[in-house]
């Protein structure tokens, strides 16, 4: 590595203790009760929104008698802190789920793009309604879900394809769009006219494999115009399909919801197509004839007050 080369992220971020102390001095606009709040001495404390304000380079907070009140800098930061404080709370929901727990009492199985951008959320507010809840997740494609809940491996299933698999119930939940992108590198990047369905079925995309509800839809949408060509690229992932995407190999088709922050940062821009709708229900299913109780009755309600990705 050069001397020239950036610092890892890790130097340049204040660690999640570092930010959950700054977010308990917003609350209490008390050094001293902060403290007592994450469970170090005030001394601690002072010490370490000192070493953060070197890390940064900014002032958070201006000490006086009568408290600790944010500068305007270290109320900006505060609220960056909260996304990241957030965003942790579902990476560490998604986690414990993930464990292979025997004292599991819900085992959910969900397909990729629902266990990687919805379910968490759901996860955290199960814990808030009920804290003593033990989780277990098994994700794969829409196929796996469904194979997984007619084994008896899993109590409720989501899954994103076109209808509801054979032999299971279900409901919709939300409803998601497919979208076409490409890294601002590729030619179509630069088309002043939406794509045709008859071009997208022709060009060689990445994909994501068969059996999952995103190829499902897409084959389905573009079977009136020819069929999908040989992929390009055949992968098992969200994360691989647009890792490839944006390293300029060619277009994909993913969820809408997979791509807020490639979208909004231009690591891949979105692609009007005109004459095919891409739009699909997410759902959630279990064993016919069994409707979900308890914990799985729990879960499949808070799915229904959040949001739709429609």
């Not at 809840?133 to 008896?152: E, H, Y």
């Amino acid at each position: 590595m050069t001397s020239d080369a950036p610092a890892l992220l890790s130097h340049r971020v204040p660690d999640l203790g570092a930010l959950e102390l700054l977010l308990a001095v917003a609350r209490h606009g008390s050094l001293g009760r902060a403290a007592r709040d994450v469970g170090i001495t005030q001394p601690a404390a002072s010490s370490r929104i000192r070493s953060m304000e070197r890390q940064l380079g900014l002032a958070l907070l201006d000490r006086s008698p009568r408290g600790s009140r944010l500068t305007d800098a270290g109320a900006l930061v505060t609220d960056w802190a909260r996304r990241v404080v957030e965003a942790a709370e579902a990476f560490d929901a998604g986690a414990q789920a993930l464990r292979d727990r025997r004292d599991s009492r819900l085992r959910v199985a969900a397909s990729m793009t629902i266990a990687e951008y919805l379910l968490p959320g759901w996860l955290i507010a199960l814990r808030g309604a009920r804290p003593g809840t033990a989780v277990s997740l098994l994700a794969g494609n829409s196929a796996v879900v469904a194979q997984r809940l007619l084994a008896g491996e899993a109590d409720l299933g989501f899954v994103e394809g076109l209808s509801v698999p054979e032999g299971l119930d279900g409901t919709v939940i939300a409803h998601d769009r497919l979208v076409v992108v490409v890294a601002p590198s590729h030619a179509w990047a630069r088309r002043r006219t939406p794509l045709t369905p008859g071009e997208l079925a022709a060009t060689p995309l990445i994909l994501r494999e068969r059996g999952s509800g995103t190829r499902q839809v897409l084959d389905a949408a573009l079977a009136v115009h020819g069929g999908l060509a040989q992929p390009l690229l055949e992968l098992s992932s969200t994360t691989a399909v647009k890792g490839a995407a944006e390293s300029g190999a060619g277009p994909c088709v993913l969820s809408e919801l997979a791509l807020g922050e490639e979208l909004s940062a231009r690591r891949l821009v979105k692609i009007p197509i005109a004459g095919v709708r891409l739009r699909r229900q997410l759902r959630a299913v279990w064993p016919a004839g069994h409707r979900p109780t308890g914990p799985a009755r729990d879960l499949l309600s808070l799915t229904r007050s959040g949001p739709s990705g429609d």
